[in-house]
């Protein structure tokens, strides 16, 4: 009796115990509701049996189980990444905003100004104060246009800092995570919800830092893994690094490696601010630095095409850091075999941009077999189409004498050619070891078609097959090296650019690059493109941070023009670029301000490969998101 009571008891006392831990349970869902991280959690209870008699002892706690859902927990991180993502970044373009200073007082208020004062000035040129206000203005400009370089420079260091300090509080978190994980492998799973809360806690927290997912392992141990890289395994966490080169911020895992790419823009603070530092301020600044020499290019350029009241040449106004490399030495081809190699042109790229292009190039033309078979009133007639189609002639010779060398075609071809506007100075048909020669003068700078016939079908010259005849003038090598930068989707968004200046190539681009250049074939057909054999570094000039006005007398400003020098003519033509589209859109190869040649970018001229043409793309705004043109938005009063 006395053992039933006793066992009656026990088994009353266990139950209140139970009964007490799970109103315990209800207590703290309650109290609970409202804290961040922490799941309902629910008690699952057992009967309690006696072994061998199978009688009901009352119940206790079996377990304690969290009604954690790891769907809700998956899409809280995410929501909280990807809001914090875009809180940072649009607190990145609020710190930026008041920068460019759309509403007044920035580079465009300042071009502005420089347009209205060359404007007032055109009126009254000789006034000294009013020369001194257009110098100042540009003064203004350039300083305006330094100063937003500098803001632009600012933000960068502030985002390098920032992203320090972010990762530091990535590492301590996952230390603090690999703890609380540790500890709760180790208790009670009864009493392990606490741990539990806190680790979504600091997975929270961590959330807003760092895009990351998570996984549970069969064993019951934590994966935290951001991009490529594992934060935390289990109890062990792993500490992430911040470097920074020409090339940007990068994050390093402990391991060493470079995992930027896996985290950039990929959710929490952390890729904002590596998207803002790597590919946002870098695009603003490469714009900045394009504006900034597109405007110094062209009032430069205007101001050296007018003249001052003596009647002298222009000079330039403004200046800045050049970062171009101009080739020498180069020639056309001159010498070659009957059925000479297109000779053509590689730039290999590296540190800083990688990849490589090769320029193929038409040569001069070389008949295929001797003339045969002239006969006395014979004639030959040779077409010539450029590549523009502008030019479209025919060359017919006189009646011949019959048993013509090639030699005496050429004079008879030369004699016609001379004759011909279009054609004088372009084209010297020449013997070339018995058989006709036709050499395209650099003068051209385009391409020509070429086709011949005879009067009698008994009478060859060999070049009755036609050909594409090129010069391999230096615009032609542009056009033909810039069409294939654009079909390279990273040298086009580095801004890699072939221009022309004084007959010679230049290479210049956004960012900073070493380059290697190769010529083939230069010794059979004597071409060289004046970068043959060599390497440098090039591109990356801080244009908008070295924008500076020349320190020249007002006396020496070109306001007027050749025929009318004590005129305001050609500040007339200077405050007309406040219209224009040209200074908004990126130059084209011609719009150089050492360049007088014609544009790089012209029609191509035929040839049996396809070539697709070099186009200048739209110039882009400095502003990630749409903003007005750089063209000035006040006409100055007249």
Same mark, same amino acid.
């Not at 077409?383 to 006189?398: E, H, I, K, N, P």
């Not at 493109?529 to 941070?545: C, H, M, P």
């Given at each position: 009796?006395?053992?039933?009571?006793?066992?009656?008891?026990?088994?009353?006392?266990?139950?209140?115990?139970?009964?007490?831990?799970?109103?315990?349970?209800?207590?703290?869902?309650?109290?609970?509701?409202?804290?961040?991280?922490?799941?309902?959690?629910?008690?699952?209870l057992s009967t309690v049996v006696v072994p061998g008699s199978g009688a009901a002892q009352g119940v206790e706690v079996n377990r304690v189980?969290?009604?954690? %859902?790891?769907?809700?927990?998956?899409?809280?991180?995410?929501?909280?990444?990807?809001?914090?993502?875009?809180?940072?970044?649009?607190?990145?373009?609020?710190?930026?905003?008041?920068?460019?200073?759309?509403?007044?007082?920035?580079?465009?208020?300042?071009?502005?100004?420089?347009?209205?004062?060359?404007?007032?000035?055109?009126?009254?040129?000789?006034?000294?104060?009013?020369?001194?206000?257009?110098?100042?203005?540009?003064?203004?400009?350039?300083?305006?246009?330094?100063?937003?370089?500098?803001?632009?420079?600012?933000?960068?260091?502030?985002?390098?800092?920032?992203?320090? %300090?972010?990762?530091?509080?990535?590492?301590?978190?996952?230390?603090?995570?690999?703890?609380?994980?540790?500890?709760?492998?180790?208790?009670?799973?009864?009493?392990?919800?606490?741990?539990?809360?806190?680790?979504?806690?600091?997975?929270?927290?961590?959330?807003?830092?760092?895009?990351?997912?998570?996984?549970?392992?069969?064993?019951?141990?934590?994966?935290?893994?951001?991009?490529?890289?594992?934060?935390?395994?289990?109890?062990?966490?792993?500490?992430?690094?911040?470097?920074?080169?020409?090339?940007?911020?990068?994050?390093?895992?402990?391991?060493?490696?470079?995992?930027?790419?896996?985290?950039?823009?990929?959710?929490?603070?952390?890729?904002?601010?590596?998207?803002?530092?790597?590919?946002?301020?870098?695009?603003?600044?490469?714009?900045?630095?394009?504006?900034?020499?597109?405007?110094?290019?062209?009032?430069?350029?205007?101001?050296?095409?007018?003249?001052?009241?003596?009647?002298?040449?222009?000079?330039?106004?403004?200046?800045?850091?050049?970062?171009?490399?101009?080739?020498?030495?180069?020639?056309?081809?001159?010498?070659?075999?009957?059925?000479?190699?297109?000779?053509?042109?590689?730039?290999?790229?590296?540190?800083?941009l990688s990849g490589s292009i090769t320029a193929n190039l038409d040569s001069f033309f070389v008949a295929a077999a001797p003339p045969s078979?002239?006969?006395?009133?014979?004639?030959?007639?040779?077409?010539?189409?450029?590549?523009?189609?502008?030019?479209?002639?025919?060359?017919?010779?006189?009646?011949?004498?019959?048993?013509?060398?090639?030699?005496?075609?050429?004079?008879?071809?030369?004699?016609?050619?001379?004759?011909?506007?279009?054609?004088?100075?372009?084209?010297?048909?020449?013997?070339?070891?018995?058989?006709?020669?036709?050499?395209?003068?650099?003068?051209?700078?385009?391409?020509?078609?070429?086709?011949?016939?005879?009067?009698?079908?008994?009478?060859?010259?060999?070049?009755?097959?036609?050909?594409?005849?090129?010069?391999?003038?230096?615009?032609?090598?542009?056009?033909?090296?810039?069409?294939?930068?654009?079909?390279?989707?990273?040298?086009?968004?580095?801004?890699?650019?072939?221009?022309?200046?004084?007959?010679?190539?230049?290479?210049?681009?956004?960012?900073?690059?070493?380059?290697?250049?190769?010529?083939?074939?230069?010794?059979?057909?004597?071409?060289?493109?004046?970068?043959?054999?060599?390497?440098?570094?090039?591109?990356?000039?801080?244009?908008?941070?070295?924008?500076?006005?020349?320190?020249?007398?007002?006396?020496?400003?070109?306001?007027?023009?050749?025929?009318?020098?004590?005129?305001?003519?050609?500040?007339?033509?200077?405050?007309?670029?406040?219209?224009?589209?040209?200074?908004?859109?990126?130059?084209?190869?011609? %719009?150089?301000?050492?360049?007088?040649?014609?544009?790089?970018?012209?029609?191509?001229?035929?040839?049996?490969?396809?070539?697709?043409?070099?186009?200048?793309?739209?110039?882009?705004?400095?502003?990630?998101?749409?903003?007005?043109?750089?063209?000035?938005?006040?006409?100055?009063? %007249?």
């Open positions: 009796m006395g053992g039933t009571i006793g066992s009656a008891m026990s088994a009353a006392q266990r139950s209140l115990g139970t009964f007490s831990r799970s109103l315990a349970v209800i207590q703290d869902n309650i109290a609970n509701a409202a804290t961040p991280g922490y799941a309902r959690q629910r008690v699952s189980e969290s009604m954690r %859902s790891n769907l809700l927990d998956y899409q809280v991180a995410v929501t909280t990444q990807r809001q914090a993502q875009l809180e940072k970044t649009t607190e990145f373009f609020a710190r930026l905003e008041p920068s460019f200073r759309l509403d007044g007082g920035g580079v465009n208020d300042a071009l502005d100004g420089l347009f209205a004062a060359a404007s007032r000035l055109s009126l009254s040129p000789s006034d000294p104060n009013l020369r001194r206000v257009f110098r100042d203005s540009a003064d203004g400009f350039a300083a305006a246009t330094r100063q937003l370089h500098s803001d632009l420079g600012e933000q960068s260091s502030a985002l390098e800092l920032e992203a320090r %300090s972010v990762a530091n509080r990535i590492g301590a978190l996952s230390a603090q995570i690999a703890d609380l994980e540790s500890k709760r492998n180790g208790a009670d799973p009864r009493f392990s919800t606490p741990l539990e809360t806190q680790v979504q806690q600091k997975l929270e927290e961590l959330s807003q830092l760092i895009g990351f997912t998570t996984q549970r392992q069969t064993d019951g141990t934590l994966s935290v893994i951001a991009g490529s890289t594992p934060l935390i395994t289990g109890s062990h966490s792993r500490q992430l690094s911040i470097t920074l080169d020409n090339q940007g911020l990068h994050v390093f895992n402990d391991a060493g490696q470079d995992v930027t790419a896996s985290l950039e823009g990929q959710g929490g603070r952390l890729g904002a601010i590596l998207e803002a530092r790597n590919q946002t301020l870098p695009g603003l600044e490469d714009s900045l630095n394009r504006y900034a020499k597109s405007v110094a290019d062209q009032v430069n350029e205007q101001l050296t095409h007018g003249v001052d009241a003596l009647g002298s040449a222009g000079e330039p106004l403004f200046s800045y850091t050049e970062s171009a490399t101009l080739g020498s030495g180069r020639t056309a081809g001159t010498a070659g075999a009957a059925t000479p190699t297109p000779p053509s042109v590689t730039f290999t790229f590296s540190n800083g078979g002239a006969a006395a009133g014979d004639a030959v007639s040779v077409r010539l189409l450029s590549a523009d189609g502008q030019v479209d002639r025919t060359l017919t010779t006189a009646p011949l004498s019959g048993g013509e060398t090639a030699a005496d075609l050429a004079l008879r071809l030369n004699d016609q050619v001379a004759l011909d506007p279009e054609l004088a100075g372009l084209l010297t048909f020449s013997d070339q070891g018995g058989a006709l020669k036709v050499v395209l003068s650099d003068q051209a700078k385009q391409g020509f078609a070429l086709s011949s016939s005879t009067s009698n079908p008994a009478f060859t010259t060999g070049l009755e097959s036609g050909a594409a005849l090129g010069g391999e003038s230096a615009e032609e090598i542009a056009a033909a090296l810039n069409a294939e930068v654009a079909l390279d989707s990273s040298l086009s968004a580095a801004g890699v650019r072939f221009t022309v200046v004084n007959g010679e190539l230049r290479l210049d681009a956004d960012v900073s690059f070493d380059y290697s250049a190769i010529d083939s074939d230069a010794s059979a057909t004597g071409f060289a493109s004046g970068f043959a054999w060599a390497s440098g570094r090039a591109g990356g000039a801080n244009a908008a941070g070295t924008l500076a006005v020349r320190n020249i007398p007002l006396a020496r400003i070109a306001a007027g023009t050749s025929d009318r020098p004590e005129s305001g003519d050609n500040l007339i033509a200077l405050e007309a670029l406040s219209g224009k589209r040209s200074l908004t859109e990126r130059p084209t190869p011609s %719009s150089s301000r050492e360049s007088s040649t014609t544009s790089a970018s012209s029609p191509r001229r035929p040839k049996p490969r396809s070539k697709p043409r070099s186009r200048s793309p739209p110039r882009p705004s400095i502003c990630a998101t749409p903003s007005p043109e750089w063209t000035s938005t006040k006409k100055p009063s %007249s």
